[in-house]
T-cell receptor, first 114, second 111 residues
């Protein structure tokens, strides 16, 4: 019973490098999300996907791109990493719409950009 | 104005006391509300959901919702040191397609 699986768990990048964070869920949820969490800032929504084939910007989308590959997988790409993108990244999934059961989170990816 | 507001704390209570955590939200049409617990270095864990005005109880946890006042609260009875964590309030956006989080309240329960 894996739930939401993120890879990698830790990553160090040099400024300007690119990378893709992978996320997969096995709960047959329609909605998937990428958040970043910084000290004192709470969870901030980067992008979300309400269903396969759709993606929308959240609060802090600049510097990121996403792909909803299929219902299970939602990836986050940093094209040219910057030190300001040092953060903990969480992927989550949920049932879409009001009355949904809330989102379930992956283990997180701790990213450091030097 | 941020959509979901919480006092950052820390909120300190002695073991066995009631901890009261509060949250306000700005979008009047929000319909779904959630409380998450996050231990240091871990991912957020869903502990309560509430959709209707009033109280919802689950073990030592009670969620309270007042849509007219745009206010959600979480009460933790008989607080234990293991309850020490950051508690995050989350609200669905207007379209119901994304969860918006507050910054969280840090709770410390002393034995």
């Amino acid at each position: 019973n894996a739930g939401v699986t993120q890879t990698p768990k830790f990553q160090v990048l040099k400024t300007g490098q690119s990378m893709t964070l992978q996320c997969a869920q096995d709960m047959n949820h329609n909605s998937m999300y990428w958040y970043r969490q910084d000290p004192g800032m709470g969870l901030r929504l980067i992008y979300y996907s309400a269903s396969e084939g759709t993606t929308d910007k959240g609060e802090v989308p600049n510097g990121y791109n996403v792909s909803r590959l299929n219902k299970r997988e939602f990836s986050l790409r940093l094209e040219s990493a910057a030190p300001s993108q040092t953060s903990v990244y969480f992927c989550a999934s949920s049932e879409v719409g009001t009355g949904g059961a809330g989102a379930f989170f992956g283990q997180g990816t701790r990213l450091t950009v030097v | 104005q941020k959509e979901v507001e919480q006092n950052s704390g820390p909120l300190s209570v002695p073991e066995g006391a009631i901890a009261s955590l509060n949250c306000t939200y700005s979008d009047r049409v929000s319909q779904s509300f959630f409380w998450y617990r996050q231990y240091s270095g871990k991912s957020p864990e869903l502990i309560m959901s509430i959709y209707s005005n009033g109280d919802k109880e689950d073990g030592r946890f009670t969620a309270q919702l007042n849509k007219a006042s745009q206010y959600v609260s979480l009460l933790i009875r008989d607080s234990q040191p293991s309850d020490s964590a950051t508690y995050l309030c989350a609200v669905h956006n207007q379209a119901g397609t994304a969860l918006i989080f507050g910054k969280g309240t840090t709770l410390s329960v002393s034995s």
